[in-house]
């Protein structure tokens, strides 16, 4: 079963410092029908402007990853970490039994970023913080594994059974998806003929009971989907 999903309908919300969209029940989007999709429980695509951002606030146990699309993001939270990421590097953390952070655009343009929080396998695990500067020859033509689980081969190892994969092609891939998976898939830029669909950017789809994703690029794109569990 192939699902696309339009951001024409997807939730919106402009703060002023912050533009978001929505792919699932979020802040005060309110969809009953729309929760999460597997594990994934948020997938927010953020704008946020110049010299602003998420001041520090609380989270627990949700596995968060931040990967970077434009501008920068500069981190910092209550175990002492403090980093600045950059197009296509990406930050993850396992709140545990709680951590606060913050998440602030300290740059002179805008950062466009996503937001994609995971349910862990368990309550009360410990806290995990990390990030990964992947390079831009790293995605090109090519799926990079960005996130995996503990038992993955990726350099961010998160708790949940997932697999996030990212890339920025003009040629067509193809991914085999195995029995009992599924994969939510996010078009981040350009257009493509996804399994038979096209997609714009901003536009997404759920993949259920397919064995194979298939892209073929109408322009030069960047994409980004996770594998999971069924």
């Excluded at 898939?185 to 298939?214: H, R, S, T, W, Y």
Aim: proline content about 4%.
């Amino acid at each position: 079963m192939i699902k696309k999903l339009p951001k024409e309908s997807m939730g919106k919300s402009n703060l002023g410092w912050l533009e978001s969209c929505f792919h699932f029940s979020f802040a005060e989007y309110r969809n009953p029908e729309n929760i999460h999709f597997g594990v994934l429980r948020v997938l927010n695509d953020d704008i946020v402007h110049a010299k602003s951002g998420f001041d520090t606030h609380p989270h627990a146990n949700m596995e968060i990853i931040s990967y970077i699309v434009n501008g920068e993001i500069t981190h910092k939270d209550s175990m002492g970490n403090s980093e600045t990421l950059k197009r296509g590097e990406v930050q993850y953390l396992s709140a545990g039994d709680g951590i606060y952070h913050s998440e602030r655009n300290e740059a002179n343009e805008d950062l466009r970023l996503l937001q994609i929080w995971i349910f862990p396998p368990q309550k009360g695990l410990p806290r995990l913080y990390g990030s990964h500067k992947y390079k831009a020859e790293d995605r090109d033509n090519k799926f990079l594994n960005i996130v995996s689980s503990q038992n993955g081969t990726s350099p961010i190892k998160i708790y949940q059974d997932v697999n996030i994969y990212v890339s920025e092609l003009d040629k067509p891939l193809e991914f085999e998806i195995n029995e009992n998976r599924q994969v939510y898939f996010v078009q981040i830029e350009g257009k493509a003929n996804i399994n038979g669909i096209v997609l714009e950017d901003g536009d997404a789809m759920e993949l259920v009971d397919e064995n194979k994703l298939i892209i073929n690029p109408i322009l030069k794109n960047h994409i980004l989907f996770i594998e999971m569990k069924k």
